[in-house]
């Protein structure tokens, strides 16, 4: 089984997206906010700030006090809409329980032009035009995998697992598009999957992939994300795959979708760095 | 089999809507831009016309040149947006080749709160989101029938044929989030919709879809529209289908979608109108 390095193909896609900035001489900013939050949300905020500094930009977090209210935050993200120096914005989610059921009116009020997550209205809704805008970046660290192995979709048989709006809706919808012949399933069971070309579990148990009903070859990309006792797993029960010797492409969990997922948040927040200039 | 009478409840959904309307003493009123366009633009048009004025409604057609400029139909629409007469603005689509590749400029353009036909980058963004807007009122037909026969989509198998903003990706969107199990393939060939509870075919060929691989007690929705020797077809062979006493529900075309889309334009229209009154 072919084990996927997440952490090296974000490493590359960090690299170019350095040397282009550095080329074109622009140094993008990012602006993250983050209301209330738990400690893993400051290490997601970290891991943010270094890749922003990697490639050659710059960061900002604005740490919002836990009980802020809607018009605070969304008077922050107006200023943050103005300022010339910013030109990208991220809010962290999830929000604190109080704001939860606001966030997609929260998210509405972020430039598209500086949403460098994806997740705002007017790109979500972009995303099943012609013009596609910003697309979330769980779905393009998925799509960088897959167009690695699979360059043209039509024809592919993709079998997604989950309903989340930043990863399976917008990777349905851009398959969709790609003339794929797809299948979405709300929770992964063994035996669903036979015959894909391409497998993406966001939503199952740890562990609950194995190599029954899948076809040899099949490329898997694991989105689930489990603390169990022996530290953070996957969907994915990696261990029985090898053990079966099964032939199979993996992106795993740890060290997968994850690395990938930041790498092309530099790309695109480079990228509103590059509108904005011209 | 059943053939589906998209006439008759169209004729249900429009007389509910006149009904409320009446009580709630409201008469909404649906402007409608039409830019150049062909003879059977103002066929649908007229109908649209007609099925406001059945129900309490009122409606106003703005019929630009065929040469008008993005800014003039971008000015126009902002007029509409402001005026207070208006509850609901329809952009009849195809635009003029000049305008095509605008077209998602132009309905982004449209106050997500008037955008009765749910094409706008916002309420397509919304789909995605737990606080769904304005829905495209091709999603709502199939769903309209959908419903009737499955109050539960979770773990029904439902198949979707073709690509398109309008009607497949939304209800695809739709079904992801209802735990469906869905399929959504490029263009329809027989042998690929086996076992399914529910298919919707949009791209096929005239009478391509027959019995050939289908499970009895499937609901077929034709999607598909067709001008052939026999007048308007769809992708359903329906002649087919009841030579071969398949049992089956269909709707059918013509008569099917067709004007069901357009009663829930008027149920997308009242709702429009109520939203403005609190």
Redesign the interface.
Same mark, same amino acid.
């Given at each position: 089984m072919e084990i996927i390095s997440g952490s090296q193909i974000a490493q590359e896609i960090r690299q170019k997206v350095k040397e282009r900035n550095e080329q074109e001489g622009i140094s993008p900013c990012l602006a993250m906010i983050l209301v209330g939050g738990q400690k893993e949300d400051l290490h997601y905020v970290g891991l943010k700030e270094k890749a922003a500094a990697a490639t050659g930009g710059k960061s900002r977090l604005l740490h919002l006090p836990e009980d802020s209210s809607q018009q605070e935050l969304m008077a922050k993200i107006a200023e943050l809409n103005q300022d010339e120096q910013v030109d990208g914005i991220l809010l962290q989610l999830p929000l604190p329980a109080a704001l939860e059921?606001q966030? *997609?009116?929260i998210l $509405?009020a972020i430039c598209p032009d500086k949403d460098v997550d994806g997740f705002?209205?007017?790109?979500?809704?972009?995303?099943?035009? *012609?013009?596609p805008g910003f697309i979330s970046c769980a779905a393009l660290a998925c799509l960088e995998i897959i167009e690695r192995f699979f360059p043209s979709l039509?024809?592919k048989k993709a079998v997604l697992v989950g *309903?989340s709006?930043d990863l !399976? !809706?917008?990777l349905?919808?851009i398959? !969709?598009?790609r $003339?794929?012949?797809?299948?979405?399933?709300?929770s992964y069971e063994p035996g669903?999957a036979s015959g894909a070309d391409i497998l993406v579990v966001e939503k199952g148990r740890a562990g609950i992939v194995q190599a029954e009903g899948l076809a040899p070859g099949v490329l898997i990309i694991d989105a689930g994300f489990y603390w169990g006792a022996g530290g953070v797993c996957g969907n994915v029960d990696r261990a029985a795959l090898e053990g079966q010797g099964f032939e199979a492409r993996l992106l795993p969990v740890p060290g997968g979708m994850g690395p990938i997922l930041i790498a092309k948040l530099m790309e695109n927040l480079a990228q509103a760095a590059r509108q904005k200039r011209y």
């Open positions: 059921e966030t *997609d009116e $509405a705002s209205l007017v790109n979500r809704g972009r995303m099943s035009g *012609d013009n039509a024809g *309903d709006f !399976i !809706i917008p349905a919808t398959m !969709i598009k $003339a794929c012949q797809l299948s979405v399933l709300p669903q």
